[in-house]
């Protein structure tokens, strides 16, 4: 017993003790960016993997919970106002929808239990009418697709194609701080680990033998009695609950949630992303989800620092992402009381206006 929990127990000792004390604050946030993507990729190994159900639409899920957190963050800067995107886009008073989201419980539990109650509505339709293979795959991807235009198209309500941005405290706590960010980190981290476990003793319990038998032979799981519709839906349903918790983590850590942050393509991403480290096996879809993110941010970065130099310009201090680029980039400005010269919309700017190129 000992030996089968030592892997688990030294990555687990790695990441919440030796990461904060070895990582400067802005590598500690991109390591937190990468642990939420390894919750839904952990969700996406367990219905795809274990389940046989290739959803490529988490992104939705991902979203749910991500607005979520979103909306109850821009209400509470907002104190009792609009939230600014409301303003620039002519709304003159708060959206119905919006009033509950002021409550952080409330909040909290919508990020979770929406995803879950869509997965179990959207489930309980189509496995009942025996919707599988690629017929299902293609399902959820359209409703990623349908998502996002359905964010697009309310401006007013969901910030539209920019998204929600510029978020400074949470619970009280200045999100610009490194200990808040190491906290939140230790959250991620903690979650991720408790998650991890708790899938796992669901795999290797009766259900989870049953979740694969369903897999490799439904038809003949049903004609022994069992509803395979219902095993499927409450696996989907799991899986989306995962994603919606990581989409309210990463809002926090990040500081952006978007509609490009949950449609077609990263989707598709995190379906790799387990493919690659193994769609069999939880530990290989966690890994492959923070192998994934670390190369593509690295790529991201190289194509960006040579679109930064059409003119022969050097690269900017303020263009790197994150707290140690806006330090940066209000020293090059004139000081702590300088606006950041982040290309992006810099999250620590307490204008959060920031896009110029000086």
Same mark, same amino acid.
């Given at each position: 017993?000992?030996?089968?929990?030592?892997?688990?127990? %030294?990555?687990?000792?790695?990441?919440?003790?030796?990461?904060?004390?070895?990582?400067?604050?802005? !590598?500690?946030?991109?390591?937190?960016?990468?642990?939420?993507?390894?919750?839904? *990729?952990? /969700?996406?190994?367990?219905?795809?993997?274990?389940? /046989?159900?290739?959803?490529?639409?988490?992104?939705?899920?991902? #979203?749910?919970?991500?607005?979520?957190?979103? +909306?109850?963050?821009?209400?509470?800067?907002?104190?009792?106002?609009?939230?600014?995107?409301?303003?620039?886009?002519?709304?003159?008073?708060?959206?119905?929808?919006?009033?509950?989201?002021?409550?952080? &419980?409330?909040?909290?539990?919508?990020?979770?239990?929406?995803?879950?109650?869509?997965?179990?509505?959207?489930?309980?339709?189509?496995?009942?009418?025996?919707? !599988?293979?690629?017929?299902?795959?293609?399902?959820?991807? *359209?409703?990623?697709?349908?998502?996002?235009?359905?964010?697009?198209?309310?401006? #007013?309500? %969901?910030?539209?194609?920019?998204? +929600?941005?510029?978020?400074?405290?949470?619970?009280?706590? =200045?999100?610009?701080? =490194?200990?808040?960010?190491?906290?939140?980190?230790?959250?991620?981290?903690?979650?991720?680990?408790?998650?991890?476990?708790?899938? @796992?003793?669901?795999?290797?319990?009766?259900?989870?033998?049953?979740?694969?038998? &369903?897999?490799? /032979?439904?038809?003949?799981?049903?004609?022994?009695?069992?509803?395979?519709?219902?095993?499927? %839906?409450? %696996?989907?349903?799991?899986?989306?609950?995962?994603?919606?918790?990581?989409?309210?983590?990463? &809002?926090?850590?990040?500081?952006?949630?978007?509609?490009?942050?949950?449609?077609?393509?990263?989707?598709?991403?995190?379906?790799?992303?387990?493919?690659?480290?193994? !769609?069999?096996?939880?530990?290989? *879809?966690?890994?492959?989800?923070? &192998?994934? #993110?670390? @190369?593509? =941010?690295?790529?991201?970065?190289?194509?960006?620092? @040579?679109?930064?130099?059409?003119? /022969?310009?050097?690269?900017?201090?303020?263009?790197?992402?994150?707290?140690?680029?806006? !330090?940066?980039?209000?020293?090059?400005? #004139?000081?702590?009381?300088?606006?950041?010269?982040?290309?992006?919309?810099?999250?620590?700017?307490?204008?959060?206006?920031?896009?110029?190129?000086?």
């Amino acid at each position: 017993m000992i030996k089968r929990h030592l892997p688990f127990a %030294t990555v687990a000792v790695i990441a919440l003790v030796a990461a904060p004390l070895l990582l400067e604050p802005f !590598r500690l946030g991109l390591l937190a960016k990468y642990l939420c993507y390894a919750i839904v *990729a952990l /969700g996406i190994g367990l219905a795809w993997g274990k389940g /046989g159900m290739l959803t490529l639409g988490q992104g939705v899920f991902f #979203g749910l919970g991500g607005y979520s957190m979103a +909306m109850y963050l821009k209400l509470t800067e907002a104190e009792g106002g609009l939230p600014d995107f409301m303003v620039w886009s002519g709304v003159e008073e708060l959206p119905a929808l919006w009033v509950p989201f002021a409550n952080p &419980v409330f909040a909290l539990s919508m990020a979770v239990l929406g995803p879950v109650i869509l997965a179990v509505v959207l489930g309980t339709l189509v496995f009942r009418q025996r919707v !599988r293979g690629a017929y299902f795959a293609i399902l959820t991807q *359209a409703l990623a697709a349908a998502m996002v235009i359905l964010l697009v198209g309310q401006q #007013g309500l %969901t910030g539209g194609t920019n998204g +929600m941005t510029n978020f400074f405290e949470l619970f009280g706590q =200045d999100l610009a701080e =490194d200990s808040t960010q190491r906290g939140l980190y230790l959250v991620v981290a903690g979650v991720l680990g408790v998650l991890y476990l708790a899938t @796992r003793q669901l795999v290797n319990s009766r259900y989870g033998r049953l979740l694969v038998a &369903v897999r490799d /032979g439904e038809d003949r799981v049903r004609f022994l009695g069992y509803d395979p519709a219902l095993v499927k %839906t409450v %696996t989907f349903a799991a899986s989306a609950g995962m994603a919606g918790l990581a989409g309210a983590l990463f &809002v926090p850590v990040v500081g952006i949630i978007s509609p490009a942050l949950l449609g077609v393509v990263p989707s598709l991403e995190l379906v790799v992303a387990v493919a690659v480290g193994g !769609r069999h096996v939880l530990a290989g *879809a966690v890994l492959g989800a923070v &192998v994934i #993110g670390v @190369r593509q =941010d690295r790529v991201q970065r190289a194509v960006r620092r @040579r679109l930064a130099l059409p003119a /022969g310009r050097p690269v900017h201090p303020g263009h790197d992402p994150g707290l140690q680029g806006h !330090r940066r980039g209000r020293a090059n400005r #004139g000081g702590e009381a300088a606006q950041c010269s982040s290309y992006v919309t810099c999250r620590w700017c307490s204008t959060g206006s920031a896009r110029s190129t000086a």
